[in-house]
């Protein structure tokens, strides 16, 4: 078996939220340092506020401010932080009713070890010095030493809140990233290590016999393993294709002037079109039928372009079945 | 109602890394399995329905390759779930009620290895008040595992003692990827250890359904699924009372687990302390009870997320089907601390 191949894949996604009423209220107060819960449909008060009663599905409007500490009712020590979460050192994870709410929100708790956390533990809100509108607003909660603070919400009733707040959040950002070690199987994988021979391998179906390109590992037609490696091309026909007029904002296409045409390739030998880029003949004179070669720059993992080999134009019936 | 049965089930072997194969490749040998279980062609299955997550490998739509694998062309009836693949079944099993399949393919797969699951799972809770501080799925496993051992209902060496048990029914189980002694191991997050963790790993796995007759013409011994159901609890999880899993109980009230005695019970506890909740909620510890729980190992011995669940409902029937069980339930989770959950009562010919 050839040496599988593998390559770093980085996802990331900046995820734009809108906020709904109650969301919006909740999160600007935590930038204001003000923590409001929803009474859901049974007088309860939900703490993070959600928009819809979570048990009867019923909107729910009529904020309350609830306090600043509150108590932990389930824990969790993590010894190894991992990227992106409230804290760098060991912390525990917490679900936290706060004084006034009847349910708990999930968060750290930053303490020195496990033997100083506990379930039932007080606990208080330590605020982010810079705050935006997000949960990480609050930076995360720590041990509460002294008798509660008196002020609003500090007490065990939750307070009547209007929810309004200057300069309302009504979205969020939220950047994810993922990171994956990208494989992508033996098929592929032998096309890749063609490619870098500068040959095109496709795979043979030994049920229906046709040659995919590139391949996959299965015929879709039949569901079977294709097996027996053929090379195919270099040579192609151009099955069809359009004219590109918009500039790419990628930058792996930066230095492609417009207007330029991609096209359907279909390879001598191969019952797939592959797609690719034509080169070295005006945009406007590309045409179905046309016999193109590829293009390799030095140091080219795949073929920059394909651009006409100067033969006469395919037979439209020698391609019809590949379009 | 339609009788409904499983009258075959495959699965590849689950591995920590499968990087030789693409998805479609690991896929494959499972689905040729089922069908020459059953002698049937892929062309003569009506609806085809599959379970997994693009998140986990990181490729984009991935579940359209995988089909490639069912050999779609010319267009077959088709359906995809981003969900385990026992809700794949689910979908295929009305879509057999309604009388419009007589026969269902249902297959899941899941490639952990390409990815971090423990962080990948994360993208599937509340965008707004808890993805942001990403907040893995072991974390959240031992949120529940605490407020279990605060509320008395178990504790560390009970939890250890599912996880030997688990590893050592997985020993008669080829195809699991942790089997036989594991050591407790470090608090990976306290008071979960790595032995109460599930292995992460990659994995393919393929039911087929039929109905009536048909069953009874394509295997010996068919497992009818006498009920199924599936229920979901609120996303908050401060909202729930985590040691305690509604959702299951009226799956399985709804799916008719308690009507009769059960004599296997597969259930789907990627952490030790979630089988200590579902035992619970299913009554499988009641006086008298002679339920065997897990004889595949579950998913403490082999995890292939999204395939996980469906593979519980396939032991249960395998064991039907060679006659070692009668009456069965077959569980299957989603989500974070048991979040929704589906039931099914799996019974051989009586």
């Known amino acids: 078996m050839p040496e599988v191949r593998t390559a770093p894949l980085v996802v990331e996604f900046p995820f734009t939220r809108s906020l709904g009423p109650v969301q919006s209220a909740f999160l600007t107060g935590l930038r204001e340092r003000t923590v409001l819960g929803v009474r859901g449909s049974d007088g309860r008060v939900v703490v993070p506020p959600a928009e819809y009663d979570p048990v009867t599905a019923e909107e729910i409007r009529e904020l309350v401010q609830v306090g600043a500490s509150g108590t932990v009712t389930t824990w969790a020590w993590n010894p190894a932080p991992r990227r992106g979460q409230p804290l760098a050192t060991p912390f525990a994870w917490v679900l936290v009713r706060l004084d006034g709410a009847d349910t708990a929100l999930l968060h750290a708790l930053d303490a020195p070890g496990p033997d100083a956390v506990h379930t039932g533990m007080r606990v208080r809100i330590r605020w982010a010095a810079e705050r935006t509108g997000a949960i990480t607003d609050i930076a995360c909660f720590e041990p509460e030493r002294s008798e509660p603070e008196q002020s609003a919400g500090n007490g065990r009733q939750p307070i009547p809140h209007d929810g309004e707040f200057a300069d309302p959040v009504t979205g969020i950002t939220t950047p994810a990233r993922l990171d994956y070690t990208y494989s992508p199987g033996r098929a592929q994988s032998r096309y890749i290590d063609a490619l870098a021979d500068r040959k095109t391998i496709g795979e043979r179906c030994p049920s229906c016999r046709k040659v995919y390109v590139p391949p996959r590992g299965a015929c879709p037609t039949c569901g079977v393993a294709t097996d027996a490696q053929v090379e195919v091309g270099p040579r192609g026909t151009v099955t069809t294709f359009c004219i590109v007029n918009i500039k790419a904002r990628h930058t792996a296409n930066l230095d492609i002037e417009v207007p330029y045409v991609y096209a359907h390739i279909a390879l001598d030998g191969a019952d797939l079109a592959l797609h690719a880029r034509i080169g070295g003949i005006p945009y406007d004179q590309v045409r179905m039928g046309l016999r193109v070669e590829p293009v390799w720059t030095d140091d080219g993992r795949f073929p920059d372009h394909y651009r006409p080999t100067g033969e006469p134009d395919a037979d439209y019936d020698s391609y019809k079945e590949l379009i | ?350």
């Open chain 2, 1 to 350: 109602m339609r009788e409904v049965a499983i009258v075959a089930f495959g699965q590849s072997d689950h591995v920590r890394d499968s990087a030789e194969t693409s998805e479609v490749e690991m896929l494959m040998p499972v689905l040729h399995d089922v069908l020459a279980q059953t002698g049937l062609k892929a062309r003569d299955i009506d609806f085809t329905c599959s379970g997994s997550s693009d998140y986990l490998a990181g490729r984009a739509f991935s579940f359209t390759m995988a089909l490639d694998g069912v050999g779609a062309w010319p267009p077959i009836s088709e359906s995809h779930v981003e969900m385990d693949g026992a809700w794949a079944l689910y979908e295929a099993w009305v879509k057999i009620l309604t009388g419009e399949a007589e026969t269902a393919l249902v297959y899941a797969y899941g490639k952990s290895s390409p990815g971090d699951v423990r962080e990948v799972l994360t993208r599937q809770l509340d965008p707004y008040y808890v993805a942001p501080l990403w907040p893995d799925s072991v974390a959240l496993a031992a949120l529940q595992a605490r407020a279990l051992i605060d509320a008395g209902l178990t504790d560390e060496r009970e939890l250890a003692g599912i996880a030997a048990r688990s590893r050592t029914a997985a020993e008669a189980n080829p195809h699991a990827q942790l089997r036989g002694p594991v050591p407790a191991g470090e608090h990976l997050v306290a008071p979960l250890r790595t032995g109460d963790c599930p292995p992460v790993g990659d994995g393919a796995a393929a039911v087929i359904l039929a109905a009536g007759d048909t069953a009874r013409r394509l295997t010996d011994r068919p497992a009818w699924i006498r009920g199924l159901d599936h229920r979901i609890e609120a996303h908050s999880l401060g909202v729930r009372d985590l040691t305690d899993s509604p959702s299951t109980r009226l799956a399985a009230q709804r799916a008719g687990a308690f009507e009769r005695p059960l004599d296997t019970a597969e259930l789907h506890a990627p952490f030790t302390s979630q089988e200590v909740v579902l035992r619970r909620a299913l009554e499988l510890d009641a006086p008298g009870s002679t339920v065997r729980i897990n004889p595949s190992g579950g998913a403490l011995a082999a995890n292939p997320v999204m395939a996980a669940g469906l593979i519980r409902l396939g032991e249960a029937a395998a064991r039907i089907q060679r006659g070692e069980s009668d009456r069965a339930l077959a569980h299957a989770t989603s989500g974070p601390c048991l979040q929704q959950n589906l039931v099914a009562v799996l019974e051989g010919e009586s």
